[in-house]
Each structure stands twice: as C-alpha cells, then as structure tokens.
C-alpha cells in the first residue's frame, strides 16, 4: 500500500508563490512515475504536471507551463510542484498522484493512469 501526503497548500495573493510537497510512504519510490493534479469547485480533477522515475522528463498543462514547476527527491521520496505568478484560476484543491512503472521515461498525463492519490491540500489564491 502506498500513502502519499501532499502539504504547503495556503491562502495567497494573485502573483505569489507556493511549494507544494507530497511524500510518499509504502513504495520503492524512485520507479513511481509522479503527477499533479487539481480540482476547482463544481469542475473535473484536471491534469496539472507529471514527472518521470529520474525527474529528467515532465510535462505540464498549457494552462501552467512557465509557471509551475514539477520536482523530485528519490533519497526524500518526495515530490513537489513550484508555483510561481499564481493566479486566481489556479484556486483548487492540489492532489498528488503516484503509479508504479517499468518505464523510465514516461510520465503520465491522465488520471485514470494513476494508481495512488493523496487527500489533496487547498491552494486558494486571492484577487
């Protein structure tokens, strides 16, 4: 069984940043592919970023990409997501997602490729 635990969530400002953790608990850590996602009010869990085993492959929505950055630690078994320049429309409820994997270099983008999920922690970001 693996436990993720996502933290760092907050209320903030419209162009502050937060760094969002996930540890992870129960797993080889460094051959689980590692995403992000969030899910606003009354919309769908949305596909945010994605990491490979090694953290050299990512992949971002357009709606965040040259503002979040997706990392990883393998010796902490952690993974975290930079937000930078947040925005109103960023205001969610973070889920980290984890997915055992013979691939090296894939990372995945779709939820139903996800096997674990954290309990999610609140961004909301102010106007």
């Known amino acids: 069984q693996v436990q993720l635990v996502e933290s760092g969530g907050g209320l903030v400002q419209a162009g502050a940043s937060l760094r969002l953790s996930c540890a992870a608990s129960?797993?080889?850590?460094?051959?689980?592919?590692m995403g992000w996602f969030r899910q606003a009010p009354g919309k769908e869990r949305e596909f945010v970023a994605a990491?490979?085993?090694?953290?050299?492959?990512?992949y971002y929505a357009d709606s965040v990409k040259g503002r979040f950055t997706i990392s990883r630690d393998n010796a902490k078994n952690t993974v975290y997501l930079q937000m930078n320049s947040l925005k109103p429309e960023d205001t969610a409820v973070y889920y980290c997602?984890?997915?055992?994997?013979?691939?090296?270099?894939?990372?995945?983008?779709?939820?139903?490729?996800?096997?674990?999920w954290g309990q999610g922690t609140q961004v909301t970001v102010s106007s």
């Open positions: 997602a984890a997915r055992n994997t013979n691939r090296a270099n894939y990372a995945y983008t779709r939820r139903d490729e996800y096997t674990y």
């Open positions: 990491i490979n085993w090694s953290g050299d492959r990512t």
């Open positions: 129960g797993h080889t850590f460094s051959t689980y592919a």
